[in-house]
């Protein structure tokens, strides 16, 4: 007997469940007591692993909002030395619990066993027609250097180090 179990995303995070499991994860707008349907990255089943985004949208994952609750309280500091600065809050985050109620592959027929290479009949291939030769594309030229011209120095200005007249 095989696991049956899939790797869910909610909130930013990803957690491993099976039928039973309870979560704790960020809060969901949901009521206590109403179906949730969890977003699946990965499933793995009696079929076999299930990873691709085709074949995820027939994986079903869903759980019942348990409660909702409060984390632990988290200070958050703020300091800056020499500067008489102090900040001290709080946070707490909310959060609900959820049981997976149910984890399940929709519809998914199973791998069709493939004939043997004997029995498969090789398709007849026809003749290759003649065709007058291609043109080949003519071959890119190097581009041309531009011509550089010579920089000519700058006209010096006349110095007005000296007042004429004091």
Known sequence: MSETYAIVESG???FRVE???VLVVD???EDEGAKVELRPVAFRGEAGMVAEAT???KVKVEATVA???RGPKLTVFKYKAKKGYKRRAGHRQEQSRLEVTEVKLLGRKPAAKKEPAEKKAAPAKKPAAK?????KPAAKKPAAKKATTAKKP???KPSASK???S
């Open 154 to 156: 700058a006209a010096k």
């Open 163 to 165: 007042k004429e007249g």
């Open 27 to 29: 809060r969901v707008s």
């Open 131 to 135: 065709t007058p030769a291609a043109k």
């Open 67 to 69: 409660e909702h609750l």
């Open 12 to 14: 930013g995070q990803q």
């Open 19 to 21: 039928k039973g499991t």
């Open 55 to 57: 074949e995820l949208e």
